[in-house]
């Protein structure tokens, strides 16, 4: 369990480095859907194409609020890390665990009833509404998957462990590719197979990165093996995990709105939608990254009461992020 204290050295190294590997983990994981959408446009059709672009859309919003929820904790984790509070670390992950988990698997439950009806509100035409159907129904089953990977790397994240989480990303996504081009282009299961090898490439991620924290880590394994809920702890969570939450998801929704108007234009305009958002999205992902790895340099720094390195966190960090997007949209534009 390599571990970074991230309340010494330089600011500007110590947030660049750690959030490396996280702008890094973030490529691969838009790598899901971005396979599937190349090899589901080579070797289906069109039509599969837009129906598996506008469901990135959906996957995007969906994924963001679990991302927020487990940020939020990680925020606490950090805060007892940088406090150097074990007791309170243990308690803190169990706390965060059931209340994340619920929370996952509500949603399943509530996406796989509500499926039908989702469909009809993303305005999906007629022609590929079966299509579309068959690969969300697939794809809302790796939602509990979702849910482990970002919890047990959210925690990896907290401690300054930013590389094990890439590690196991790479693995999944090696593995999301072969069996695309298994199940699409030799088995010919259209949609279907392309959401199976996504959510098979999600649980090897989830149930891999789990499996490495609980052996390597002794709080993991002891905050496991006592869990419960304290009033006092599901509000510290909650009152973090909201607000993270809703900072990731809010611009999620408004592109998934604005799809549903799209969807309305036909098949073409759809397909055409879906990969100026992954340009948009890629684009955008240096500063989301950077921003995250900037979150969790803050909380270990106001854990170790360390107030003048945290505002030259927030100067250092606003300069870089305001620096890159400049850069970003003038090339972009051109």
């Not at 509100?121 to 939602?143: A, C, H, K, M, S």
């Not at 879906?274 to 999205?281: L, T």
């Not at 803050?298 to 009461?305: C, D, L, S």
Request: net charge positive; glycine share 8%.
């Amino acid at each position: 369990m390599r571990q970074r204290d991230m309340t010494e050295g330089s600011v500007f190294k110590t947030i660049s480095i750690f959030a490396l590997p996280m702008l890094l983990g973030n490529l691969l994981q838009q790598m899901y859907n971005v396979v599937d959408t190349w090899v589901v446009g080579n070797y289906i059709s069109s039509d599969a194409l837009a129906g598996v672009g506008s469901a990135y859309t959906l996957m995007v919003f969906l994924t963001s609020i679990l991302l927020g929820l487990c940020m939020g904790s990680g925020v606490v984790f950090s805060l007892c890390f940088g406090q150097k509070n074990e007791k309170k670390l243990k308690e803190s992950v169990g706390t965060a665990f059931l209340l994340i988990a619920a929370a996952a698997v509500l949603l399943t439950v509530i996406l796989l009833l509500a499926l039908d009806n989702i469909l009809v509100w993303i305005n999906i035409p007629q022609e590929i509404l079966t299509l579309t159907r068959e690969y969300l129904f697939i794809v809302f089953l790796g939602i509990p998957a979702v849910f482990a990977y970002n919890f047990f790397a959210s925690y990896l994240k907290a401690l300054g462990n930013s590389a094990v989480p890439l590690i196991f990303l790479g693995v999944s996504t090696a593995v999301n590719i072969t069996l695309d081009l298994l199940f699409v282009a030799a088995f010919r299961w259209g949609t279907r197979g392309a959401a199976g090898a996504t959510i098979f490439a999600q649980y090897i991620s989830g149930i891999g990165v789990c499996a490495y924290v609980l052996k390597k880590d002794p709080v993991m394994r002891s905050a496991f093996g006592h869990m419960k809920l304290s009033g006092k702890g599901l509000k510290e969570i909650a009152g973090y995990s909201v607000f993270t939450c809703l900072q990731q998801s809010v611009m999620n929704l408004g592109i998934l709105m604005v799809q549903g108007l799209v969807n309305s234009f036909g098949t073409t305009i759809m397909a055409a939608f879906a990969a100026a958002v992954k340009i948009d999205s890629f684009a955008y992902m240096p500063a989301q990254e950077y921003g995250n790895a900037f979150s969790t340099f803050i909380a270990q720094n106001m854990g170790a009461g360390k107030k003048e390195r945290v505002v030259n966190g927030i100067k250092c960090a606003a300069l870089t992020s305001i620096t890159y997007c400049a850069i970003a949209s003038f090339i972009l534009w051109f």
